[in-house]
T-cell receptor
Framework: NAGVMQNPRHLVRRRGQEARLRCSPM?????VYWYRQLPEEGLKFMVY????????ESGMPKERFSAEFPKEGPSILRIQQVVRGDSAAYFCASQLDRGNGYTFGSGTRLTVV | RKEVEQDPGPFNVPEGATVAFNCTYS??????FFWYRQDCRKEPKLLMSVYSSGNEDGRFTAQLNRASQYISLLIRDSKLSDSATYLC?????????????FGTGTRLQVTL
């Protein structure tokens, strides 16, 4: 039973480019969460999705950021026109049922140069 | 006031010591509580859930005090491998959304 799979592990983008981060939840998990962790800071919630639905995007910046979790395929976090401040570790987590803890993927470390 | 507040540490303890971390949360309606462990540059991993009656898993004991809105984690007989950052985690708004709120973590360094 594979865990939460994220790719790529490391991503380097120039300012103004787009970054696409992928997350495949654990088998049978339909709840997906994206968190961002800035250097030396805690994890900050970004968005919560279920298949084909965004449930809570209160932590996601209104501009340049979007997320989806299509019926088929992984969840995608998309950052358009990246800036240096977007450099962070982005973690995806999945959950079997509400009330349980999450299982995290190993994260994507985005560096904007 | 932060939603979930922890002493950042670091806590430097010798092997074999007992160490305790506390955490406070702001929302009295919170219902689910967890401790996660995060190693440097790795993903957080669930250490244990925290139940109202308190619970133990080997050398680790978690307690919840709803009246005071704090959670604790006790580690007995510390090992070098316990060195990590310990994250206090709370489900602040149970119900339709299951978003977990993370504290910034308490760093533990166990030394010889």
């Amino acid at each position: 039973n594979a865990g939460v799979m994220q790719n790529p592990r490391h991503l380097v983008r120039r300012r103004g480019q787009e970054a696409r981060l992928r997350c495949s939840p654990m088998k049978g998990h339909s709840h997906v969460y994206w968190y961002r962790q800035l250097p030396e800071e805690g994890l900050k919630f970004m968005v919560y999705l279920q298949k084909e639905n965004i449930i809570d995007e209160s932590g996601m910046p209104k501009e340049r950021f979007s997320a989806e979790f299509p019926k088929e395929g992984p969840s995608i976090l998309r950052i358009q026109q990246v800036v240096r401040g977007d450099s962070a570790a982005y973690f995806c987590a999945s959950q079997l049922d509400r009330g349980n803890g999450y299982t995290f993927g190993s994260g994507t470390r985005l560096t904007v140069v | 006031r932060k939603e979930v507040e922890q002493d950042p540490g670091p806590f430097n303890v010798p092997e074999g010591a007992t160490v305790a971390f506390n955490c406070t949360y702001s929302n009295s309606a919170s219902q689910s509580f967890f401790w996660y462990r995060q190693d440097c540059r790795k993903e957080p991993k669930l250490l244990m859930s925290v139940y109202s009656s308190g619970n133990e898993d080997g050398r680790f004991t978690a307690q919840l005090n709803r009246a005071s809105q704090y959670i604790s984690l006790l580690i007995r007989d510390s090992k070098l491998s316990d060195s990590a950052t310990y994250l206090c985690v709370v489900n602040m708004r149970p119900g339709t959304a299951s978003k977990l709120t993370f504290g910034t973590g308490t760093r533990l360094q166990v030394t010889l």
